[in-house]
Structures are given as C-alpha cells and as structure tokens.
C-alpha cells in the first residue's frame, strides 16, 4: 500500500511541519514502512495519489451510550442546573439501554467519529450489568456490543472496562440508579483480559490487516467511585496498557475528597498510588500548578474534553500550566456532545483566551513563537499515544498508517497560504472536512447513513 501525498503533515525537530510530495508506504501490517519525501519516479511508481494528508487523531474519552442525550439536557425544569443534576438525566439514560440499543448508538457514534476524523476511540465502559442490576450470562454482553460496533465501522478501538463500587467518598456500595455499574476489580481485570484474547485472535486470522484495531487497558472511575484497596489491587497487576481515571472534574469532588483524605484528589493520586507513565487523569480540570508538575515528573498524562466541560460547567484546565511542565494531554469528546477534533482543539485553547484575555496560550511552552494549530494537532497525538498505547503518533515509521486527506476546497481554507493551512483547519469555522480516511493503512469509506435508522429508532424507544 503506498501513496503519494501532494502535502504531508510530518514530524519535525520541535513541531510538524507540511512537507510536499511525500511516498507514504504502509507494509501488511498496516503501519508506515516508508516516508520519502521527494521519491524517484521509480520508487512511487504504483502509488496512488492523494492530496493534503495529516495523522488521524485518537478520541481518547468516550461513554458511547450518552451520544443518546446530547442536545436533551439543555432544557431545565428548576433553577439550579448542575453537573449533579445533569448526572441524575445521564443516569436515567443509563439505566434504561440495552446491548443491542447501545450497539445501534455506538455504530452511529463511532461512524460520525470516524468521519470527522477520529480514527481510535478509548471507551470508557461502566455499563456492566443488565438494567435491574443483575448479571448479564455473559459477562461482557455490553462490552461486545461496543467492539462490534466499532468493528462494523472500522474504527481502532482501546477498550477500558471500568470498576466503579462505591457511590462516594467513605460510602459503602452504589446507589439504586448506579445498579448497572457494579463491578469488582476481578470483574474489569477478566473483561480487560477477554478483549486482548478478541484482539490477539483477530491479528492472528488471515487478514492483512494485523495492527491492532482492538486493544484494552483498564479505568477506575473516579476516587469517589473506587477505594484504595481496590485501586491498588488493579494497578498492581496491569503491567501494560493504559489506566484511565476520572479527576478533579469538579470542585464538590475536589472538596469531597479534602474532606474525607485530607488531600486533593490528584495530590492522594500521586501520594496513594503508583503513578506512571501507564496512567491518564481524565479532566484534571482542577488541578494545581504543583500537581501538574507532580504528574510531569510522573511521566503520566492528562484527557482533556473541552466541549464536555464546557457543557457540564467544569472549568477551565491549566494549560499553560501544564504545557511549561511539558505533561501531556490527549482531547476526548466524553458525553458526544461535540464530535470533531477540531472544534475540542479550538475550545481548548478559546476557553484559556476567554479566561486569561491573552492570545495564542497553547504557545506557551515555547515563549509564544510559531503555530498554535501546530502544538494542538502535535500535543494531541502525542497524548493520544499515552492514553491507547498504541503506535498512532502520526506519519513516522513504524506508526499506524492512520490518514486524513483534508477537504482543500472547504470553505475555511480558500484562499489560506500554505504555511497557515494547519491554523486555518483548527480555527476556522465551520470544521473543514476530510474526503479520504484510512486506518491501519486501509481506505474506510462513509457508511454513516446506514446507521441513521437504526439509531432513530433508539432514540424513539428511549423518549
Ligand atoms: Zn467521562
């Protein structure tokens, strides 16, 4: 498989930079075997031609299930709306999917992911059991429901089956309404283990097709959600693959856990638990200057959702912060209610102008000089990296032959000079769209309308 790219976004000493024509060669595993900029004629002869192509970008935050309210929370009963009281709406959602729904909302999900230019997605998975809490015969009935779904769509996958036990700090056991998410951590160990048996079969068929599409890691939900003991018990046995946590997403936690720890949640994480490299702090949106830098030196990452965030009233993320230290972040579209990349990057750094009244703040790491777009889009899939461990950090070698051809003729790009095209494709607005996608090195055409109808009639069964 091999391509000859009019441009190439590819990785540069500090940032990536647009490099012209580009012999992009992908070997039967689906990663890149070959990148020649400026090949001999001999060396592209049989490559097909492709126009402006970047990485694709892992969506490293997903609970597939709540792409079913996005847009049906923004209706208030009371004054007083809240993260709390928009968790009771999400929970009745929750309660009320079942496996063969959640796969017709994870298809429809994962293709419009797919088409804005996602090409992994972590879910992070808690619906465990059936809706009046009992188990399922099969253990992980929901979480095939979600691997199909993303296998019917031919979007990479990183599994992370969630233990969540308690329903808050110091509290014994789940509330009623959190009956579907009992687990233990052998319950989400063996899930965790069945997915990479999935994932292992499905490199050793006869496909070509062998770079992992499927993959597992483990996530505790939050420290409200998950003890010590148990905490512990997982992350001493999870000697590869990522682990995701929920953190400091809102002050009421924040305060909560001061209360019951006498410490801030990411301050008991780095004290309590073995922070590494392995692990990704889901929002982190309250956190300090010190526990950014604790996590830094940790090796560990940061998942930032900026339209969930803005949407639930969390707060602003420490950038700056967090790009001095050199942390890194990946973005996640968590409760759906966004699904484009671009607009999370855009927020991200919207959200740190409107708050410090200054411009171009993802530059800080870099005394303010170059391309904002350039260490978003950088920041990012290095992030994205960390949260699947998967090799998707963009056009090098032996990376995932993830790929984007940008739509050039797009509105938001005409007339835009070549040294800005990556400035215009985040900023710009409305999002310019991409005509071709590939994953592990293999073309996946739009089927997005296929499973239109199946999602409608979920939606009509739920309201
Ligand atoms: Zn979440």
Known sequence: MKWLAQQAWLPGQTHGAWVSNVLLEADASGCWSAITP?????QAQGASAVGWVIPGMVNAHSHAFQRAMAGLAEHSQRAGDDFWSWRERMYRIALRVEPAQLEAIATWLYAELLDAGYTQVCEFHYLHRAPDGSAYADPGEMTWALVRAAQTVGIGL????????????GQPGLSDMQRRFASTPESVLALRDAVNAVARRAALGTSPQSAPLLNAGVALHSLRAVDAVALNAVASVVTDGPIHIHVAEQMKEVNDCLSHHGLR?????????????????????HATAEEIRGLAQRDASVVICPSTEANLGDGFFELPQALQQGLRWSVGTDSHINRNWLEELRWLE??????????????????????????????????GVAATGLPLGGLALGQRADWLELDTDSDALAGVPLPQVLDA?????????????????REVVSAKHVYRDPFLAVMQAML
Request: glycine share 8%.
């Open 265 to 285: 949640p990411i301050e008991w994480l780095l004290d309590h638990a073995p922070v590494d490299a392995r692990w990704n702090l889901v929002h982190a949106t």
């Open 425 to 441: 494709l985040v900023f710009s607005s409305p999002s310019p769209t991409w005509r071709r996608r590939a994953v592990a090195g």
């Open 350 to 383: 919207y959200g740190q102008r409107l708050r410090g009244q200054r411009r171009n703040v993802a530059l800080d790491g870099q005394q303010g000089v170059g391309s904002t777009a350039a260490v978003l889009v950088d920041s990012a899939l290095r992030g």
């Open 38 to 42: 400026s090949p001999t004629p001999q």
């Open 158 to 169: 990183t599994l992370l089956p969630t233990l969540y036990m308690h329903q808050g700090f």
